[in-house]
């Protein structure tokens, strides 16, 4: 279930957060696009959709857990 928020572009939203640093956003916006790759190709195979669907459920309550991400650094996506 886990597999979606290892990713780079996890990874890379937790440092941004935790150390308060600028983000590099070429390598956000690369790292998102893995990630988009990933979350795509998952639900291609999937063939247990209430597994898929938990998964991204866990997936989105991470994304905007508060101390995941600061609502200013949330901007950078909209």
Sequence with gaps: MKRLTETNFFRTLREISQENIS?????????????????????AASTDKA?????????LAEFF??????????????
Excluded: N
């Design 23 to 43: 983000p590099d956003t070429q390598l956000l916006q690369s790292e998102y696009e893995e990630f988009a790759l990933l979350l795509f190709s998952e639900r």
């Design 51 to 59: 597994t898929l669907h938990d998964s991204l459920e866990y997936t």
């Design 65 to 78: 857990d508060p101390t995941m991400i600061s609502k200013k650094k949330c901007k950078l996506f909209y």
